[in-house]
């Protein structure tokens, strides 16, 4: 079993930054994919960004790049996402998966086999 926790989420105004932080535990995270979704209301959860345990194969949707860095901390088992000029539309929660059967590149929800509870992320116009 993997817990993930999610924090960091709240609300900014558009042009402003936000990390979110996702701390994993539980069994160990070799060769495990760590990902980002989100999921505004009303909508699918849609993919944004993720990363191979050891910080390796960091992959970000065409939607966020530019903005949006992918990262992780081995040592802390803790992945973030550094989100900057965020717009009214990334408002949405975001959400911490992983998976232990994945290929590097944009994942599907149903490829996570853990989620976090998720943090809500808020842009103001």
């Known amino acids: 079993q993997v817990q993930l926790v999610e924090s960091g989420g709240g609300l900014v105004q558009a042009g402003g930054s936000l990390r979110l932080s996702c701390a994993a535990s539980g069994r160990a995270l070799s060769n495990c994919f760590m990902a980002w979704f989100r999921q505004a209301p009303g909508k699918d959860r849609e993919f944004v960004a993720s990363?191979?345990?050891?910080?390796?194969?960091?992959y970000v949707a065409n939607s966020v790049k530019g903005r949006f860095t992918i990262s992780g901390d081995n040592a802390k088992n803790t992945v973030y996402l550094q989100m900057n000029s965020l717009k009214p539309e990334d408002t949405a929660v975001y959400y911490c998966g992983a998976t232990f059967s994945a290929i590097p590149g944009p994942l599907n929800p149903r490829a996570m086999n853990y989620w976090g509870k998720g943090t809500l992320v808020t842009v103001s116009s």
């Open positions: 990363i191979k345990h050891g910080g390796t194969n960091a």
